[in-house]
Nanobody, 114 residues
């Protein structure tokens, strides 16, 4: 079955960095567009960044210049490098595989606080 292992979340001070990873199994990873979303309680899940099969990327305006999405098809893994973190980046971050059918990871908590 399809499984995702997300890691890299945690508590970080404002201005700090974190790197999220999402390793997929059970899918042909290279044919899926991948994305990171985030959600805070009481709000809709929002797109943070996406990367297509040709490695073309897209970012939410709120993270442009601070976050970088990348993928390694040899490891079936998508990454989100987050720099210059702000308290408003605090959320549960989810990876998503997108093709004819979409699959979601279980989420990893990111907390930015002093």
């Amino acid at each position: 079955q399809v499984q995702f292992v997300e890691s890299g979340g945690g508590l970080v001070q404002p201005g700090g960095s974190l790197r999220l990873s999402c390793e997929a199994s059970g899918i042909i990873f290279r044919i899926y567009a991948m994305a990171w979303y985030r959600q805070v309680p009481g709000k809709q899940r929002e797109l943070v960044a996406s990367i297509l099969t040709n490695s073309r990327t897209n970012y939410a305006d709120s993270v442009k210049g601070r976050f970088t999405i990348s993928r390694d098809n040899t490891k079936n893994t998508v990454y989100l490098q987050m720099n210059s973190l702000k308290p408003e980046d605090t959320a549960v971050y989810y990876c998503k595989a997108q093709n004819l059918r979409d699959y979601w990871g279980q989420g990893t908590q990111v907390t930015v606080s002093s």
